[in-house]
């Protein structure tokens, strides 16, 4: 019972009110087209073809938690010797609680990579990218528990009248648009590399509101991010990376880093495996809250990528269930080609 009610206020609270933030994945260098639109096409092959999925609060909500998958695509075509165009786009859904309230969206993104120096060993780029899309937000009122329905005594009747949904949109659309930049570098053949980017998310603030006479435009998101591999040995790498999120009155920090394992580093053969610890740590009630320790893992076999994260609780909202924490599994494939052009990208 009090699941059902928790989850029916949850819902109604964020959904509302509007005042919910954007989806988000602890292995963020996973989704590069979620992060910056910049990050389309920087890669080292032809295309890349990513899925995220991110599981939350299962202990608490079951069948309710909170659910968000994305695929994506993006390609990189060349310009000129050294420069390249790239496009692709991603698909997310985003459901949480009884009332299954959901927000899908597609998204077209491009870009332009420019060499500003260096050759095929050492080399700088600056990016800038835009995307774009369409977007679709429901809320589901047939499982709410209103309460006219409850009868003072503690029962619930569910055949008594709900509340009047008068003047309510319970599926609508809106657009959105974001752009970005992004710095890399690439030395050691490739091998090493350092990148810092931004982005600008909503930038024309939809209004994302329920009622139908209320206006709730869509806060606009900061995202700083960077990164980069550096090479310890001729078997092991660091990878660290740090990213930054400022929408409305929230603000979140997600950085760490990853042991890099190297298996194989032969250009016909690279295997190798990661495993490290990250924190995040966001405003919580107007204050710092350090929010979760994120385990991950990953393994890449030359053109697959397998990544798997466990957000352990750290926050108040632990006292509610040892065990609510997150499991976020995230794949990469790319499709490669000879190329006699000096290009090498960071690996993402």
């Avoid at 977007?135 to 055949?159: C, E, T």
């Avoid at 790498?237 to 890099?260: A, H, K, M």
């Avoid at 990469?332 to 000879?338: D, L, S």
Wanted: glycine fraction near 10%; charged fraction near 15%; charge should be neutral.
């Amino acid at each position: 019972m009090m699941r059902r009610i928790t989850t029916t206020l949850m819902t109604l609270g964020f959904a509302m009110q509007v005042w919910a933030q954007d989806i988000h994945f602890s292995q963020f260098y996973m989704a590069p087209l979620d992060l910056n639109p910049a990050l389309t096409g920087v890669m080292n092959c032809k295309m890349r073809f990513a899925a995220n999925m991110r599981n939350q609060w299962w202990p608490i909500l079951q069948a309710d938690a909170y659910n968000t998958v994305m695929i994506s695509y993006d390609q990189k075509v060349p310009v000129g010797r050294y420069d390249y165009f790239g496009f692709g786009g991603n698909l997310w859904r985003d459901a949480a609680g009884e009332l299954n309230f959901a927000t899908i969206q597609f998204r077209a993104s491009g870009s332009y990579s420019k060499r500003l120096g260096g050759d095929r060993h050492t080399a700088h780029y600056l990016v800038f990218g835009i995307n774009g899309g369409l977007a679709q937000r429901s809320i589901d009122f047939q499982n709410a528990r209103w309460g006219s329905q409850h009868d003072g005594k503690g029962g619930w009747d569910p055949n008594a009248p709900p509340e009047p949904l008068d003047g309510i949109n319970t599926n609508f659309l809106f657009t959105d648009l974001s752009v970005g930049a992004l710095w890399y570098s690439i030395y050691n053949g490739g091998r090493e590399s350092f990148f810092i980017g931004i982005a600008m998310s909503h930038l024309d603030q939809a209004n994302v509101s329920f009622y139908r006479t209320e206006v709730a435009p869509l806060y606009s998101k900061l995202t700083v991010h960077a990164g980069g591999e550096i090479r310890m040995n001729r078997s092991t790498s660091l990878v660290p990376g740090i990213v930054y999120f400022d929408q409305g009155p929230s603000w979140e920090v997600n950085g760490g880093t990853n042991v890099r394992f190297i298996l194989s580093d032969r250009k016909w053969d690279k295997q190798s495996f990661d495993v490290g610890v990250w924190a995040r740590v966001s405003n919580g009630q107007d204050n710092p809250t350090f929010d979760a320790i994120i385990l991950t893992g990953r393994f890449d076999f030359n053109n697959y990528g397998v990544g798997l994260s466990y957000d352990i609780n750290t926050s108040s909202l632990r006292q509610a269930n040892a065990a609510n924490n997150a499991v976020e599994l995230s794949l990469v494939y790319q499709i490669c080609a000879p190329e006699r052009r000096g290009v090498y990208c960071p690996n993402f």
